[in-house]
């Protein structure tokens, strides 16, 4: 016999799923696995939303370019063990509630992201749109996540002794190398 795990039920989680994103074409096929598994990690968590803590742990299990951008150290690894920890301690304070900064107009349509997780993926896409290379790329959604700084995300980089404003310059300087002379270089 096969051990069962019992399915929590929406209405036990406080809220709704986060729910697929219907139109990811603005997402690069790795964005879009990034998105996948922030989305698995929310309903996982018993969270009703994705929110930008999510993003930034799935950003460094599945991006290459944003693990990059933090280096190797003893401060990667403290972030990486503050995120793990969300759901078995750091981070249940904010189980039931809603991140939202209100730095940007709280969105009214449940699309499974947080306010400030929403406003972070539009953000990506306007900013690679501006830099007419193609979709966003999860530098460009780390960066978006960073820019508030109330966000969940730069509260996990503060405890683990990361500056995020460092990491936005470093992440500037970054997509500077990749984009020179008006041609991208995948």
Request: glycine share 12%.
């Amino acid at each position: 016999m096969q051990p069962r795990i019992p399915r929590q039920a929406t209405h036990d989680q406080g809220g709704r799923r986060p729910e697929p994103a219907d139109d990811d074409a603005g997402l690069s096929d790795e964005l879009a696995a990034v998105v996948s598994g922030a989305r698995r990690r929310a309903l996982r968590d018993g969270d009703r939303q994705i929110d930008s803590a999510h993003l930034l742990h799935s950003l460094l299990e599945r991006d290459p370019d944003v693990y990059a951008v933090f280096g190797d150290g003893p401060q990667i690894a403290r972030l990486l063990g503050y995120l793990v920890q969300r759901s078995i301690g750091y981070g249940l304070r904010w189980q039931g509630s809603v991140e939202d900064s209100g730095a940007v107009p709280v969105m009214t349509a449940d699309d499974g992201f947080s306010p400030l997780a929403a406003g972070a993926m539009e953000y990506a896409g306007a900013r690679a749109a501006r830099r007419g290379d193609g979709p966003a790329r999860g530098v460009d959604l780390l960066d978006a996540i960073l820019g508030d700084p109330q966000s969940r995300a730069v509260e996990v980089l503060d405890r683990a002794g990361i500056d995020a404003v460092a990491v936005r310059a470093r992440i500037a300087s970054a997509l500077e190398e990749y984009v020179g002379g008006g041609e991208t270089r995948r």
